[in-house]
T-cell receptor, first 113, second 110 residues
Framework: KAGVTQTPRYLIKTRGQQVTLSCSPISGHRSVSWYQQTPGQGLQFLFEYFSETQRNKGNFPGRFSGRQFSNSRSEMNVSTLELGDSALYLC????????????FGPGTRLTVT | KNEVEQSPQNLTAQEGEFITINCSYSVGISALHWLQQHPGGGIVSLFMLSSGKKKHGRLIATINIQEKHSSLHITASHPRDSAVYICAVNYGGSQGNLIFGKGTKLSVKP
């Protein structure tokens, strides 16, 4: 089976712009979670999606949003980018909802200038 | 306050040494995960535990629910074990999202 894929892998944006990141889970996995990793804050939870519904959301401003499609692929969007949004954005998929082994994608490294 | 605490933050070992990384958490959990992250960012799940002990090759993970503590052991360490090891937990209920520790950066010297 192919692993979790994320596109694009690298992205450079300017403050004020918006960005959309994509995540394709492992075939058969219906749960997708998104995480942000920065040197200062480490890994932090953004969203959890299951069956096209957001099930849980982390403590991030409304500029961060996401969605999941019927084929379980997920996108996250960040509007009005700030310098502090520069980070590695990781998605992870799992078969089930709830505590289960998560399979991580390679991440999208976003740089905001 | 970080709800998941790891120690040590940094660890340097000689090849062949036995290594222990510790993780403690503050409230009841439904599962605990040990993850490995290599330079470049990729994260691999090593173990998911809710009780007892698991072993995979040279890696052993244990959890003590009463003491809210878990350990990751690496036997006969090798330079290829050099990575950041991250402890993460699922808190109660049906939430699948992980809460992470800050990670332990391990460097194994030949």
């Amino acid at each position: 089976k192919a692993g979790v894929t994320q596109t694009p892998r690298y992205l450079i944006k300017t403050r004020g712009q918006q960005v959309t990141l994509s995540c394709s889970p492992i075939s058969g996995h219906r749960s997708v979670s998104w995480y942000q990793q920065t040197p200062g804050q480490g890994l932090q939870f953004l969203f959890e999606y299951f069956s096209e519904t957001q099930r849980n959301k982390g403590n991030f401003p409304g500029r961060f949003s996401g969605r999941q499609f019927s084929n379980s692929r997920s996108e996250m969007n960040v509007s009005t980018l700030e310098l502090g949004d520069s980070a590695l954005y990781l998605c992870a998929s799992s078969v089930l909802r709830g505590p289960s082994e998560q399979y991580f994608g390679p991440g999208t490294r976003l740089t905001v200038t | 306050k970080n709800e998941v605490e790891q120690s040590p933050q940094n660890l340097t070992a000689q090849e062949g040494e036995f290594i222990t990384i510790n993780c403690s958490y503050s409230v009841g959990i439904s599962a605990l995960h040990w993850l490995q992250q290599h330079p470049g960012g990729g994260i691999v799940s090593l173990f998911m535990l809710s009780s007892g002990k698991k072993k995979h090759g040279r890696l052993i993970a244990t959890i003590n629910i009463q003491e809210k503590h878990s350990s990751l052991h690496i036997t006969a360490s090798h330079p290829r074990d050099s990575a950041v090891y991250i402890c993460a937990v699922n808190y109660g209920g049906s939430q699948g999202n992980l809460i992470f520790g800050k990670g332990t950066k391990l460097s194994v010297k030949p």
